[in-house]
């Protein structure tokens, strides 16, 4: 069973890089979309964007100019960076596979979530 | 990006009791609609997929439908785990977009 871990600082400073990692135990990065999605507290889901096992990205174009995401299959992981982070950025950050399937896509599953907060 | 608009944002029920959540679409998305379910400080789950196909292991009291613009969940007889907040979310095309959530609570 597929499962997924996000790890990274809890605390980042105004205008600094958010870097998170997200590893993929129980199967194989090398297949599938591998997402990021943000919920800021007390707030709704954001779709960051996703990374293929082969490194095509498709991001959010509201963050577009901030966000990297990268993957490394020989550890099973993806990452993402937000760059000149604001108050706005904090939130929970999901990582989650997305599958699309003939008859539909998914989003299963999803990492526990982390929290990062942006303050100085 | 496909704005999409929940209704109600948020709804008290009693066990036993027959609820629905409506979604709506800016545009047109075929069947291209998911359902998640999240609790609190967890990670969203998925209840339903392409608009009415439920996800394995989720109970049958979970059903969807809609197509086009305008969507549905219905929980047919509440029980005291279902209380959460439901989203939907399309995956028409991309940006995916997220309703603004439907906080469900005990009455």
């Known amino acids: 069973q597929v499962q997924l871990q996000e790890s990274g600082p809890g605390l980042v400073k105004p205008s600094e890089t958010l870097s998170l990692t997200c590893t993929v135990s129980?199967?194989?990065?090398?297949?599938?979309?591998w997402s990021w999605i943000r919920q800021p507290p007390g707030k709704g889901l954001e779709w960051i964007g996703y990374?293929?096992?082969?490194?095509?990205?498709n991001y959010n174009p509201s963050l577009k100019s901030r966000v990297t995401m990268s993957v490394d299959t020989s550890k099973n992981q993806f990452s993402l960076r937000l760059t000149s982070v604001t108050a706005a950025d904090t939130a929970v950050y999901y990582c989650?596979?997305?599958?699309?399937?003939?008859?539909?896509?998914?989003?299963?599953?999803w990492g526990q979530g982390t929290l990062v907060t942006v303050s100085s | 990006a496909i704005q999409m608009t929940q209704s109600p944002s948020s709804l008290s029920a009693s066990v036993g009791d027959r609820v629905t959540i409506t979604c709506r679409a800016s545009q047109g998305i075929r069947n291209d609609l998911g359902w998640y379910q999240q609790k609190p400080g967890k990670a969203p789950q998925l209840l339903i997929y392409?608009?009415?196909s439920l996800e394995s292991g989720v109970p049958s009291r979970f059903s969807g439908s809609g197509s086009g613009t305008d969507f549905s969940l219905t929980i047919s007889s509440l029980q005291p785990e279902d209380f959460a907040t439901y989203y939907c979310l399309q995956d028409y095309n991309y940006p995916r977009t997220f309703g603004q959530g439907t906080k469900l609570e005990i009455k």
């Open positions: 392409a608009a009415s």
């Open positions: 989650a596979r997305e599958i699309i399937v003939t008859t539909g896509t998914k989003f299963d599953p």
């Open positions: 990374i293929s096992y082969s490194g095509t990205t």
């Open positions: 129980g199967g194989s990065i090398s297949t599938y979309y």
